[in-house]
């Protein structure tokens, strides 16, 4: 919970670091899609494409809020 704590203390300082964390986020999330639109592959191919999505919702959340946040200063 540190560890988060401070990624999003570090990430509301850097503006292009939010910024990378919301196009990383958005790109884990498109090749997450793309891999289980496809659907065919074993089952650990389909959950690690939907904890990459997960991964990519998050990273696109931590980098909005962190431009949001930097923005009222």
Request: aromatic share 6%.
């Amino acid at each position: 919970m540190i560890m988060l704590g401070n990624l999003y203390r570090r990430v509301c300082a850097q503006r292009r670091l939010a910024l990378a964390f919301v196009l990383g986020g958005t790109l884990l999330f498109v090749l997450a899609s793309a891999l289980l639109q496809q659907g065919s592959g074993p089952g650990w191919v389909l959950l690690l494409s939907v904890a990459m999505m997960l991964a990519g919702l998050a990273g696109q959340i931590l980098g909005l809020v962190a431009l949001m946040r930097s923005g009222k200063r």
